[in-house]
């Protein structure tokens, strides 16, 4: 037994710490936090100083009695979580929960995971930190709060199922605003002109009119003007100037970098960085500091003289502007300056590189460069053309990294040709492009990041789960649009002639970006009408610096909670007893058969239309399509929506229609459901086209084998190409061509599938449902029916029993509803059939 027991929350981090302790010291893994609040109540106790109830989980129970025996037998326990906030908290469960003795627990914090690390936290232990602890004990009690007292109140007025969340809800408040910008938004025209000049040696270059023409004729008339003009330099200035580096990476800069870059959604960005923190291959990966500690400035300042020369350095400090820089010791670095590059992972190693060039560059000389601004006038008018550019002169910082730029429109200057003044000028032609005048972009993940932290809202621990959950709450989703393609002028001017021609542009497109749902706007429009503080940006930013206030010792966090509670409580039970219900209902006119009202609104089953007053025992209604919203959907898109389902007749003896579904629209042959491809209009669907459909469906389906007189099918899915057979589905790697399979490869892969299948099985009592097999990453997991329990590494699944299972299963498995309210569903249900009849 090891004398010093060492309890960091990450099995990899464990597995790193070890390779520098000694044989006295084991060390363990907590797995996160061995307590949290139970999921299925609120578990504040708001008459007692908002007192959490915390609880081990299930999953939990033989980890901490494990690390209990450990902890027990040990002379030191040195508590090693994460230095932020979070960390802090854990360690203070561990500390509780293990009943510690205060006289041999020690906690320490380490920036990196180097051995020097390491053992400088050993010889400099500290307490645990009960103001970082209330820190995230606020944020962790507040957020509940707010969760259980606004959920319940959306599933009265909205909709059942829905639920809020303090920075999650005001992060899709960002994204419903923007969209509703854009929608708003009235694209204005202007014509911008660029001309096209060669020196006197012969060289071209291009100058720009330096305003814009509001209408075709006054383009027109501009070029006129230049039919047969004199050009000349009329002003030429040259001037050195100086580019510097940007500030090594804090959690949210490396989050928009990796997105530019390396097109990494936050949540994978976050993961990666993780594992090389715990790989010992950067620092700690939450921050909002962008300071460097000497060391690590001597490290870079050697490794750039090194592989650049002594010219290329330039030590310099960055200062962080983040009010609330919380326990952010340094910037996102790499532990070893001299590591170009690392062997792991490829998106790991592409992160890791982005963060060394960042941190190198950081730390490097000035890029110089010499900017030439030319001013060109013609004889015969008084506008000017303006050309810049740019001569590199030194590299500097550039030679290893350039930080990217969310505006698609940016144009890099370039080079000039060497000019004097009065030099003349040749033109070779003039051109005036319409351009439209663009709204906002929509948010990327990366810029909403962004926009966050701009307002003060959130800390680095916070932005990628608030965007993950925002997205699988389906409050916001990822754009798929392509598109829609637009029509401009230009009008050119060469060899003495204007010539005209209409070109296409592409305007609209929202691929990745983050696009409110209808669900999410009415959510949005509900609690900025009722609940205004929670949705307020200030209100948020202030309660983020309330948080800062906690974690240094100069508030009281009960008291904080006592203040926000006072107001927000009597504020949900007004909202809950007087507030309106809200679907969203939109009128969108009148339909021209009938004279009824038509709108759309939420309806139980998502977004609906309906032709009919609300009263009406002859409305019709239908279902809005997936690329169809309640807040942009015209009259003549949702009347037209009642004009499916649409019989097209029948083909090989079975019906044939053409339809609009809660997955999109969709061609039905007999019981056969065809998905319409991506872009296709269900109106547009004829006979013709749905049999090309169906045949295409029948070919894909018809068996390619068979194996114990079941058929094998084939298909390529979201993961790749796959079989299918007796239910199983397949997948086909790689050592198979999968255009040719034969029967030995199709034998094989189902054969070897059927035995992984028995091999993963741990336990299965068949007369009891219960199933226990063996799950990704080494975890298990208990099945009955739709019951899913995920266990935790660290638990023996082979030595559970079944009455331990059946104790695990009635934990988890839903409260059953109580007689009273069946007799209420049944009186209900009795109510609505007599009204009915």
Known sequence: MAKNLVIVESPAKAKTIEKFLGSDFQVESSYGHIVDLPSKEMAIDVENGFTPKYEVSPDKKALVSKLKTLSKNAETVWLASDEDREG???????????????????????????????????????????????????????????????????????????????????????????????????????????????????KSFKARLPKNFNTKKEAEDFLQKNIGSIY????????????????????????????????????????????LYEAGLITYMRTDSVNLSAEAMKAAEDEITRSYGKEFSKPRSFVTKSKGAQEAHEAIRPTDMSRHSVNVERDQARLYDL??????????????????????????????????????????FLKVYLEGNDDDDEEQEGMLPAMKVGEKLQNQSITATERYSRPAARYTEASLVKKLEELGIGRPSTYAPTISTIINRNYVEKGNLDGQERQYAQLTLESGKINQKTLTE??????????????????????????????????????????????????????????FYAHFHPNVKEVEANADRESGERILGKDPKTGKPVSVRLGKFGPMAQIGEPDDDDKQFASLRQDQNIGNITLEEALNLFLLPKNLGTYKGEDVEVSNGRFGPYVRFG?????????????????????ELIDEKLKADAPIATYKGEGVQKGVGRFGPFIKWNGLFINVSRKYNFDNLSQSDIVELIEDKLQKDIDKVIHNWESEGIVVEKARWGRSVITKGKIKIELSKDVDASKLTLDQVKDLIEKKAPAKKTAAKKTATKTTAKKATTKKK
């Open 355 to 396: 963060i060394w060039k960042r941190t190198l560059a950081s730390q490097m000389s000035d890029a110089e460069l010499e900017r030439t601004n030319v001013k060109i006038e013609a004889n015969n008018h008084s506008e000017l053309f303006a050309a810049t550019g740019e001569v590199l002169l030194f590299e500097g």
């Open 671 to 691: 019981k056969t459901f065809i998905s319409l491809p991506k872009g296709e209009d269900p109106l547009d669907v004829t006979m013709v086209r749905a049999q």
């Open 232 to 275: 000349k330099v009329s002003d030429l200035e040259t001037k050195p100037t100086k580019k510097s580096p940007a500030a090594p990476f804090t959690t949210s800069t490396l989050q928009q970098e990796a997105a530019r870059k390396l097109y990494l959604p936050v949540g994978i960005t976050m993961q990666l960085a993780q594992r």
């Open 506 to 563: 592409n305007t609209g497109s929202d691929k990745g970006k983050l696009v409110p749902t209808d669900i999410g706007s009415i959510v949005t429009d509900f609690l900025v009408k009722n609940f205004e503080n929670i949705l307020d940006y200030n209100f948020t930013a202030r309660v983020e610096q309330d948080f800062d206030e906690i974690a240094e010792g100069n508030r009281n966090w009960a008291n904080m909670m006592k203040d």
């Open 88 to 202: 802090e908290a854990i360690s203070w469960h561990l500390a509780e929960e293990l009943k510690l003795d205060k006289a041999k627990t020690k906690r320490i914090v380490f920036h990196e995971i180097t051995k020097s690390a390491i053992l400088k936290a050993i010889d400099n232990p500290r307490e645990i930190n009960y103001d970082l602890v209330n820190a995230q004990q606020a944020r962790r009690v507040l957020d509940r709060l707010v969760g259980y007292e606004l959920s319940p109140v959306l599933w009265r007025k909205i909709k059942s199922g829905l639920s809020a969340g303090r920075v999650q809800s005001v992060a899709v408040r960002l994204i419903v605003e923007r969209e509703r910008e854009i929608q708003d938004f009235k694209p204005v025209a202007t014509f911008s002109v660029v001309a096209e000049f060669t020196n006197e040696s012969g």
